[in-house]
Nanobody, 127 residues
């Protein structure tokens, strides 16, 4: 049984940083994409960043490029999202996702392309 468990969310002031973690179990890590999505109240779930676990290639939504970094620790079966220079518009419930094989754009743009989801961790950016 695949389980994805996120942690690391919280409240931070604008300009601050947070690091999200996603511990994966029961999942064959390599050969598919893993990624981070977010959903703000009243909005659709949107892709933030994805990583191709085979080669480690990374791709980002334009809104977070240069501020967020997705990475993986294969030994720990853990996915990370380092978020710097946070803005109020980054406030959302952040989800870890796994099991996409649609290519980086397909995976980044389509939540329906993913097989597994975590329960989400809240990130609030406010002064």
């Amino acid at each position: 049984q695949v389980q994805l468990v996120e942690s690391g969310g919280g409240s931070v002031q604008p300009g601050g940083s947070l690091r999200l973690s996603c511990a994966a179990s029961g999942y064959t890590y390599s050969g598919y994409y893993m990624g981070w999505f977010r959903q703000a109240p009243g909005k659709e779930r949107e892709g933030v960043a994805v990583i191709y676990t085979g080669a480690g290639s990374t791709y980002y939504a334009d809104s977070v490029k240069g501020r967020f970094t997705i990475s993986q620790d294969n030994a720990k079966n853990t996915l990370y999202l380092q978020m710097n220079s946070l803005k109020p518009q980054d406030t959302a419930l952040y989800y870890c996702a796994a099991g996409c094989d649609r290519g980086h754009m397909g995976c980044l743009r389509d939540p329906k392309a993913w097989g597994y989801w975590g329960q989400g961790t809240q990130v609030t950016v406010s002064s």
